[in-house]
């Protein structure tokens, strides 16, 4: 067993290489929704492409972000020219796009847009609608999925800049057709 022992480093490093000697995977043309946009200070562009079934992160570095004559905006639909690689660091996949070109605005995105208008005409982000937050919260509740980086940036945020207060984690789903009933009942359990 020993003989194929091999370090996260040598992984993740092996599978770099075989992507990056990958003539199909260093000029595609990949088209999806813009989501997690983020105009990095380094003039860097950070974001994740999503459709219907699945998500990539991509980064687009400042020599070419300065070059692009579009302003992203979440989920706006794009077709980005790009090369696949893995990010060593993180050993994860990773996008890096050149150029960017608008193909519409993302299904995701509009249908977000119609439940949200929908929402708002049924009143439902109405001012009496709000309860009142306090000026320091003593008992804070925070609705997310039991494990990942989410609720660990928040839990340790929140130990940080307020120790003092009672953290209550009300474990849910957040994503896929069950997550919105989920919700809901945590949102009435937590309230």
Not at 57 to 77: D, H, P, T, W
Not at 137 to 150: E, R
Request: charged share 25%; hydrophobic share 40%; net charge positive.
């Amino acid at each position: 067993m020993k003989s194929n022992l091999l370090s996260v480093y040598d992984v993740v490093h092996y599978l770099k290489q075989s992507i990056d000697h990958d003539t199909q995977l260093q000029s595609i043309l990949i088209k999806g929704e813009i989501s997690n946009f983020t105009n990095h200070r380094s003039g860097h562009w950070y974001f994740t492409l999503k459709d219907k079934r699945a998500k990539i992160n991509c980064v687009m570095f400042s020599s070419y972000a300065s070059r692009c004559k579009i302003l992203l905006k979440e989920g706006m639909q794009v077709i980005v020219q790009a090369s696949a690689s893995i990010y060593e660091a993180s050993g994860s996949l990773q996008i890096y796009v050149t150029k960017i070109q608008i193909d519409g605005l993302g299904d995701l995105y509009l249908r977000l847009e119609e439940i949200k208008k929908r929402m708002n005409q049924e009143g439902l982000f109405s001012i009496e609608r709000k309860k009142p937050l306090p000026d320091y919260p003593m008992s804070i509740g925070v609705i997310s999925a039991k494990t990942g980086a989410a609720i660990q940036d928040i839990l340790t945020t929140i130990a940080r800049r307020w120790p003092i207060a009672e953290v209550c984690v009300y474990p849910s789903l957040v994503q896929g057709v069950a997550a919105s009933n989920d919700i809901v009942k945590n949102l009435k359990k937590a309230d």
